[in-house]
């Protein structure tokens, strides 16, 4: 049996659904990463120093046999870190070769989409997407891609 053309599939797509954020708070700010932006979370741990490199990396650290960059959150957004135990943030492929140091409580949220989509704003912010309201605070939602870029340019590499 043939199709007429001007016959249409039923409209496939999907609702847009709660999408799970981690967010946490540096000073007096808050932030948050996708879920989907994360591979992972454990202790700080141990820590090589790399000479030379902008002052936002860490140094090297090892996460289950794999070598990555560990970027420190607080430097990067031009912060002071608090004192007591930072987490380290693995980054999901295709930057799992690199990690964020975050000094902070991490918790896990779930939001709908349409409302961190429609909160997009300018910012002069190194790594942040975009600005949205979560229980009455401003949240600025952070791009990975963008915080590696931003410490690469400050070495003069150019990814």
């Known amino acids: 049996m043939r199709r ?3 016959e249409r599939m ?3 797509t999907l609702p847009q659904g709660p999408e799970r954020l981690l967010m946490f708070d ?3 700010r808050r932030y948050a990463l996708r879920e989907t932006s994360v591979a992972g979370l454990i ?3 141990h820590v090589r120093p790399v000479p030379g490199a902008p002052a936002a990396v860490v140094g090297l650290t090892d996460w289950r046999g794999h070598v990555m960059t560990l970027i420190d959150l607080h430097r990067v957004l ?3 870190p608090e004192r007591g ?4 943030v693995r980054l999901a492929a295709p930057l799992e070769r690199a990690a964020l140091r975050v000094h902070s409580t991490l918790r896990l949220v779930e939001m709908r989409v349409a409302a961190i989509d429609a909160a997009g704003a300018e910012c002069a912010t190194p790594g942040v997407e975009s600005r949205f309201e ?3 605070r401003m949240v600025s939602l952070l791009d990975p891609q963008a915080i ?3 410490v690469a340019a400050q070495s003069g590499v150019h990814c």
């Open 148 to 150: 590696i870029l931003h």
């Open 10 to 12: 039923p409209d496939m």
């Open 85 to 88: 135990p930072s987490c380290i």
């Open 43 to 45: 202790e700080c741990g």
């Open 26 to 28: 540096i000073s007096s």
């Open 78 to 80: 031009d912060d002071t």
């Open 4 to 6: 007429d053309p001007a």
């Open 134 to 136: 979560h229980d009455d």
